[in-house]
C-alpha cells in the first residue's frame, strides 16, 4: 500500500458551508504547516469567502472575521476546482449538507445522502495514492460502509500499482453550535474519532492536539461515532422540548418558567445549560437529526424507541403553533389586516442562519391569518426570508398568490412597528434586549401587544409603556403580572 508520509500536508475540505467553513479556518489557523483547501460547487459562495471585505464572508459568525484573516491565501484557500483540491490531498473531509429527504423511501425522515454519494465517488475517481477520508457530515449510523464501498470499488479497479489508490474512511462528526462555532472549535468539549486504521486515527489525532488537550479527544468505533452525534443532538433537542413543554403548564397554573428552570438547572446532576424556554428548536440539524434517529429505529423494528424519540419533534411543532394560536386570540381571533412586527427571523442570535426558524412557521402561519408582517432581523436578508416563505409554503400546499405583498423587511426596529398591533420577539438578538418600549409604543396602534418568547423584555417597562405584554411560560391574570413585575 502507497502512504504519503506520517504527517498530513494537505487538507482538502469538500463542502464551504456553516461547518466547512468555520472548521477549516480555524485547522489552518492552528497548523500553519498545513495547506488547507476548502472547496465547493457553489461559486457564489466561495466568491464570498474569497472576498477581500471581510464583512462579506458568506457566514456570520463572531470572531470568524479574524481567524479568516490570519490564514486565507496564506495556507487557507478557498476554490472550486474540486478534484484538483482531492488529488493533492493526504486527508480529505466531507463537509457538505445532509438535510432530510423531501420524496421517496424514507421521505421526511431519512438523510438524503446524494450529495455525500457525489463527494464519496468525486474522491474515488479523483484522488492519487492513499487518503484519509473523513466523515465531517452528520451522517446516518453506519454511512461510513457505504463510503468505504463506494472507494473499494476505485481501489479494485486500479490497474497498476503506480497509480493504486488506497482509502481509511474516519468518522469526526462536528459538534459546533452556530453563533459560538470559532469559540466551540477552539475550545470543544471534546473531539470523536471514529474509525479502524490506527495510523490514520492517530495522523487526524494529531492535527487537533495541536490545540486540544489529548483527554478531550475521544476514539470510538465508527458506528459508536456516527450514533453519538445523533444522540448527542437528540439529547439537547429533548431538552428544549422539556422545558418547552413546562412552559405551557406553567401558563396553566401561574408558576414561572425562569424560577422553575433555574430550580432546576441548579441540580447538578440535570446542569442548567439548555434549559431556555423558547418558540421551538430551529436549525438544520436538531429535527434531522432527531428524524434520522427515527428512521433508524423503525427500520430495526424499535418502534418504541422511535414513538419516544418523535414527540420531542412532535412538542418542537406544538410550541410554535400555540404561539401564533395566541397572538390570533388576544387580537380578537381577526388579523385580517392587521400589521404585526417579527423581531428575529434568524434561528437563535448571533447567525445568520434561518433553516428550520420557528420564525418560518410562526410568520407563515400568520399570513394565512391574512396579517401583514414587517419584519426585522440583523443579519438576515431579504432572500433568505423570501426563500425560507416560499418553501414552507411549498412544502404545507399553502397558496402563495399573496405571498410577497403580505410581508416587508425593513432596516430597523421602529420601521418595523409602525402602525402595528403586536411586537412579536422570536430570536433573542441583543438589540431587542435594549428596546425603548416608550418610543415603540407611540408608533404602534393600541390596543398593542408585545409577544416575547424569549423572554429578553423587563416586564415593568413594557407594561409602564402602556403596552399589552404576553411572555412564554408565565401566566397572563394581572395579579400575576403585577406580581412578577415587582420582581424584576
Ligand atoms: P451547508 O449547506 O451550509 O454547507 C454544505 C456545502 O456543501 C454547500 O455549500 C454545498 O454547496 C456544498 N456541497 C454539496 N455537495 C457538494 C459537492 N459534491 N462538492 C462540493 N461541494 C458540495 O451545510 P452545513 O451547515 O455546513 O452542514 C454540513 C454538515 O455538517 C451537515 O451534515 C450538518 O448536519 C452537519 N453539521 C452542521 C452544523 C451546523 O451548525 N450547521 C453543526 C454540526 C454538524
Ligand atoms: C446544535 C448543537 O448545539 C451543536 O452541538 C451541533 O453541532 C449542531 O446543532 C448541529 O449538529 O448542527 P445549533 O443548532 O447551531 O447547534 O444551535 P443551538 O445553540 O443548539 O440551538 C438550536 C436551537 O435550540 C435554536 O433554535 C435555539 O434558539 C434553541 N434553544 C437552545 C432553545 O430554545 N433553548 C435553549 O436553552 C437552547
Known amino acids: 500500500m502507497i502512504r504519503k508520509n506520517n504527517l498530513v500536508k494537505n487538507i482538502c475540505c469538500v463542502g464551504?458551508?456553516?461547518?466547512?467553513?468555520?472548521?477549516?479556518?480555524v485547522i489552518a489557523d492552528k497548523c500553519p504547516d498545513i495547506k488547507v483547501s476548502v472547496v465547493d460547487i457553489n461559486e457564489e459562495r466561495i466568491k464570498a469567502w474569497n472576498d477581500e471585505n471581510l464583512d462579506n464572508l458568506p457566514i456570520y459568525e463572531p470572531g470568524l472575521v479574524e481567524v479568516v484573516k490570519r490564514s486565507r491565501n496564506r495556507n487557507l484557500f478557498f476554490g472550486t476546482n474540486v478534484d484538483d483540491s482531492i488529488e493533492n490531498a493526504d486527508m480529505v473531509f466531507i463537509s457538505v449538507n445532509t438535510p432530510i429527504k423531501s420524496s421517496g423511501l424514507g421521505a421526511f425522515q431519512a438523510s438524503d445522502l446524494r450529495w455525500v454519494e457525489v463527494c464519496a465517488r468525486r474522491i474515488g475517481a479523483a484522488a492519487k495514492g492513499h487518503t484519509i477520508v473523513v466523515e465531517k457530515s452528520t451522517l446516518p449510523v453506519r454511512t461510513a460502509e457505504i463510503i468505504k464501498e463506494i472507494l473499494e470499488a476505485k481501489t479494485k479497479s486500479s490497474r497498476n500499482d503506480e497509480d493504486k489508490k488506497t482509502f481509511s474512511v474516519l468518522s469526526n462528526p462536528e459538534f459546533l453550535a452556530e453563533g459560538t462555532a470559532v469559540n466551540d472549535l477552539l475550545n470543544p468539549d471534546r473531539v470523536l474519532i471514529g474509525?479502524?486504521?490506527?495510523?490514520?486515527?492517530e495522523k487526524l489525532k494529531n492535527i487537533y492536539s495541536k490545540w486540544v488537550t489529548n483527554n478531550k479527544i475521544l476514539c470510538t468505533s465508527l458506528w459508536s461515532s456516527e450514533l453519538s452525534k445523533l444522540t448527542a443532538n437528540a439529547f439537547l433537542a429533548q431538552r428544549i422540548s422539556s422545558i418547552n413543554s413546562i412552559s405551557a403548564i406553567c401558563e396553566a397554573t401561574g408558576a414561572n418558567i425562569t424560577e422553575v428552570a433555574k430550580a432546576v438547572g441548579l441540580d447538578s446532576r440535570i446542569g442548567n445549560k439548555f434549559l431556555n424556554a423558547g418558540p421551538g428548536f430551529g436549525g438544520s440539524c436538531f429535527k434531522k437529526d432527531i428524524l434520522n434517529l427515527v428512521y433508524l429505529c423503525r427500520y430495526f423494528d424499535l418502534d418504541e424507541v422511535a414513538n419516544y424519540w418523535e414527540q420531542i419533534v412532535q412538542i418542537n411543532n406544538w410550541q410554535q403553533t400555540r404561539i401564533y394560536e395566541k397572538i390570533v386570540e388576544k387580537l380578537f381571533r381577526n388579523l385580517s389586516g392587521k400589521r404585526i412586527a417579527?423581531?428575529?427571523?434568524?434561528?437563535?442570535?448571533?447567525?445568520?442562519?434561518?433553516r428550520e426558524s420557528p420564525a418560518i412557521q410562526i410568520a407563515s402561519n400568520l399570513l394565512e391569518e391574512g396579517s401583514i408582517l414587517q419584519i426585522h432581523d440583523p443579519k438576515v436578508s431579504?432572500?433568505?426570508?423570501?426563500?425560507?416563505?416560499?418553501?414552507?409554503?411549498?412544502?404545507?400546499?399553502?397558496?402563495?398568490?399573496?405571498l410577497n405583498d403580505n410581508w416587508i423587511l425593513k432596516d430597523t426596529i421602529e420601521d418595523a412597528v409602525?402602525?402595528?398591533?403586536?411586537?412579536?420577539?422570536?430570536?433573542?438578538?441583543?438589540?431587542?434586549?435594549?428596546i425603548n418600549w416608550v418610543r415603540i409604543s407611540k408608533l404602534m396602534r393600541p390596543p398593542s401587544w408585545v409577544f416575547d418568547t424569549r423572554l429578553i423584555t423587563n416586564p415593568q417597562k413594557v407594561r409602564d409603556a402602556g403596552l399589552n405584554l404576553w411572555r412564554l411560560g408565565e401566566k397572563e391574570n394581572d395579579i400575576d403580572n403585577k406580581f412578577n413585575s415587582s420582581k424584576s
Open 195 to 201: 474509525g479502524e486504521d490506527e495510523l490514520a486515527i
Open 382 to 402: 431579504k432572500d433568505q426570508i423570501s426563500n425560507s416563505l416560499e418553501v414552507y409554503h411549498d412544502n404545507n400546499k399553502l397558496d402563495k398568490s399573496n
Open 418 to 434: 409602525i402602525n402595528t398591533d403586536a411586537v412579536l420577539i422570536l430570536t433573542e438578538w441583543d438589540i431587542y434586549r435594549e
Open 342 to 354: 417579527i423581531l428575529g427571523f434568524a434561528f437563535k442570535a448571533n447567525t445568520n442562519d434561518t
Open 16 to 25: 464551504a458551508g456553516y461547518v466547512g467553513g468555520p472548521t477549516m479556518a
